[in-house]
């Protein structure tokens, strides 16, 4: 894992030697591109037991193609864990048979992407679960919608895809949303180990981008912001539903906010919209903090996650080595927003001169 984390480490340095974020990290020996930066939009709600909030995102799917103006290449089923070429010539028909044709009361889970292999990092793609997860004693299902990194740089893209975002928490109840920058893995689960590595080195220098849970299938039956909930960090664009306004008292949080920076609150729906910044933003450790990102954390600090089980993370400062976490120990990563400065990681991570003078 250390060569690995080497590896991850040295394709970092080449992306802000170039600025070239778009840059895929490119495996040899496989001749994959298992890695990338992405902007990926999630959305965690009940009710993916119904056939009609199924069906609503399979018509929301529809518009993300044609908001991207892509064609998937692939897609796969992990139920029947089998991967093909994308069904082009019959879709969208053969997807709304797959939906309909399936037990309500079992898991619906698809993966499409753009790549011609689910082994590759898409630029654009869609992960849809519905109910395969347990939580507060009722199933919840989370749907992701992949961008290539530069897509919010045009400004006419910026604002539709804040107002594709929007779109879903106007029209359906959802619990919890989050748009931001992530690190890209394959849709191909088999393929996922290098992209944890990569996960870890990325988080340490860019605090503005969010990092993979790590699965849990326990029943979680308080009411308390858990895991599975996503009550986790600050992000580009946040909604929380009603139940988690209800904790953070939406009141108090609306006075919070501060006109001096650009975060902006919206009451939609029953919750509220939170954009921080008027676009994504990495957040680079050792220089100027975004102040919209940092109002929106002391926002929903009260109800952040506590002892969130990432999916791996380095075990300490001083070793610098990816290994898994106990859930305590994340607590690390979730305050990331809270410290004053990065003084350790600078350390490690000084911030070249060419970036500084942006």
Known sequence: MG????????????????????????????????VRLNLMMSFWFYDGDQLSVREYFFNKILEYIKLTGIEFQQEASVNKQRERKFRKDGFPENWIEDIRGKKLDSSLVYYFSDQPKMSFAPKYGVKASFSPDFANNEWYSTVNFIFPFDFTKNSDKRLQCIEFFKSFVREIKVEQAYCGYRVGQPLDFTQAVPWQTFDTATAYRYIGLDIEKKSQTSAVTNDEPSLEKGVRSTA????????????????????????????????????????????????????PRPQGYQALNNIIKPIREKMLPLTQYADSLAEWEPVFFQPEQCDWWLERWDREDDAELLKKYPVPEHLKSE
């Open 236 to 287: 580009w664009l946040v909604y929380l539903g009603q139940p988690w306004l209800e904790k953070l008292d939406e009141v108090q949080a609306i006075q919070k906010q501060d006109p001096n920076t650009p975060l902006r609150l919206e009451p939609i729906n029953g919750g509220v919209f939170f954009k921080a910044d008027e676009a994504p933003q990495l957040a680079r450790i050792g220089l």
């Open 3 to 34: 060569e690995l984390f080497q590896q991850a480490e040295a394709w970092l340095d080449r992306i802000e030697q170039t600025q070239d974020y778009t840059l895929p990290y490119v495996d040899l020996e496989s001749k994959t591109e298992p």
